[in-house]
């Protein structure tokens, strides 16, 4: 642990920039355990915070802006993906908040969902704004999370807040995950209407944004 604290330290504010780059490119846990070290005192919970929420904000919006200028060129090159992809693009219009609150909790999906909202008609500005909020609430809870264990580890810190802050938060996160999955579930085994991808809703909504 001593090692890992001087590692830490010595280090300073490229801890922040490293959990920015862990963000941008990841969802996994290492937040957690960054949380955890802020209440020992080797990380600031602010800047911590910060990093993480701003690396996951801009992730998701370079993964949409990516799917939005290549996407309609690769679906060109591949006639067959073609129907699957405006179904999806639907669901992904249709159900914008809860799907980006829960891919990044998914592990596997934040990539290719991210990618698939910009083949969807949501615009720019609105795409930003969700994922501002939900990168917030991932970032808030990762985050949390680590600092709420200090609590199952130290008894003074309160263990019962801590077990029921994670009880609640697997709840939430499994039952959005289900919505989530019958949805996209759904929309890709029933027949599509109108092919928003390269119709008039998705040149609208590149248009407004």
Do not use: N
Request: hydrophobic fraction near 50%; aromatic fraction near 12%.
């Amino acid at each position: 642990m001593q090692e890992i604290e001087r590692l830490l330290r010595d280090f300073g504010p490229w801890v922040y920039w490293a959990m920015f780059a862990y963000a941008f490119l990841k969802t996994g846990p290492l937040p957690i355990f960054a949380g955890y070290a802020s209440t020992l005192g080797w990380l600031d919970a602010g800047p911590l915070l910060a990093a993480v929420w701003s690396g996951a904000v801009l992730g998701d919006l370079a993964r949409f802006e990516l799917g939005r200028q290549l996407g309609p060129a690769v679906l060109g090159r591949f006639p067959s993906w073609q129907r699957r992809a405006a179904a999806l693009a639907r669901v992904l219009a249709h159900h914008a908040f809860w799907i980006c609150a829960v891919k990044r909790f998914a592990k596997g999906v934040r990539t290719p969902l991210s990618l698939a909202f910009g083949l969807s008609p949501l615009g720019r500005v609105r795409f930003a704004v969700i994922t501002t909020v939900t990168a917030g609430a991932w970032a808030g809870s990762f985050v949390g999370l680590g600092v709420m264990t200090a609590g199952l580890i130290e008894p003074e810190g309160g263990t019962w807040l801590a077990v029921g802050g994670l009880v609640l938060l697997v709840a939430i996160v499994t039952g959005l995950g289900w919505l989530v999955h019958r949805e996209l579930h759904r929309a890709l085994h029933t027949s599509p209407g109108t092919d928003p991808i390269g119709g008039d809703g998705a040149r609208e909504g590149r248009h407004a944004a």
